[in-house]
């Protein structure tokens, strides 16, 4: 089950946009939905009116909807949640999403976020995260986060699983703050990445790979044009190279490696060239 919710956790929609991706690519289908008069405060996230079929006029709830998809080559089938971040009852929420894994035979649970941080656009997307035991970090190849302080749904839904005894992780992306209101495709793709590690599934991120390059130049041309973000986010990227450099001691395991290149294997297919 690979989780993401719009709000507080997304910055930079990078979060939703990687399971709306992946939905996307996989062909996902709808077959659940939660309920949300006990979960949202529709004040803070207001309903729309939309007009259907035959000019009727209908009104879109705020919600979270469940997705299932079969992954070609991929060991298990999956489960996507997505939607907007509830505003009420997050123990209920929680509980809900619990019951539903256990009902499904879910293996794993994994949710993803993103924050927005002291980060270049220039260089590869910084990722954190923790997860319910030392071996799902190891296959991440990810750093624990050390992160206390305010938590959103990502936070409490990890820790109810953990508490039902379902192996989870927590993958978060760290998108620029200099630009907060613009999608970030690469974020997205960083999170992509992580998650056809953790779960074995392979995409065809192609598109997604063409529009974080595009991401990467329309924000340069932006930095360009205004010399003190120009000088601020060179003063970022010394810093980040500084920090890499101290640690390019630490050599992937030849697990993490041998991975990696089956997930590049699994992208080519039998035919790839």
């Not at 690519?25 to 939660?34: D, H, P, Q, T, Y």
């Not at 894994?101 to 910084?126: F, K, Y």
Request: aromatic share 6%; glycine share 8%.
């Amino acid at each position: 089950m690979v989780c993401a919710f719009q709000g507080w956790n997304d910055a930079g929609d990078a979060a939703s946009s990687a399971v709306s991706f992946l939905a996307s690519n996989l062909g996902a289908r709808r077959f659940a939905s939660i309920d949300s008069e006990e979960f949202y405060d529709f004040q803070a996230n207001r309903p729309c009116i939309r007009f259907g079929e035959n000019e009727k006029r209908e009104i879109s709830w705020p919600t979270v909807e469940i997705f299932e998809a079969a992954a070609p080559r991929a060991p298990r089938d999956l489960v996507l949640v997505q939607g907007i971040e509830p505003s009420l009852r997050w123990r209920s929420f929680s509980a809900h999403i619990v019951d539903l894994a256990e009902a499904l035979g879910v293996q794993v649970i994994v949710s993803l976020g993103a924050l927005l941080g002291d980060v270049p656009h220039t260089r590869p997307v910084p990722m954190s995260g923790h997860a319910s035991d030392a071996g799902l970090l190891e296959r991440l190849g990810i750093q624990p986060s050390a992160y206390e302080g305010p938590t959103g749904i990502v936070g409490v839904l990890h820790t109810a699983c953990a508490d039902a005894g379902i192996p989870s992780a927590s993958l978060w992306a760290a998108v620029p703050h200099y630009v907060a209101a613009a999608a970030n495709p690469k974020a997205a793709l960083a999170l992509l990445r992580k998650v056809e590690v953790l779960i074995g599934v392979s995409v065809d991120v192609s598109e997604l790979e063409s529009a974080a390059t595009d991401y990467e130049r329309q924000v340069g041309l932006a930095v360009q044009s205004d010399p003190d973000i120009q000088a601020f986010v060179e003063r970022l990227e010394q810093a980040a190279d500084s920090e890499e450099q101290s640690s390019s001691e630490d050599v992937p395991s030849g697990d993490i490696l041998a991975r990696e290149f089956q997930r590049f294997l699994r992208q080519r297919g039998p035919e790839g060239k």
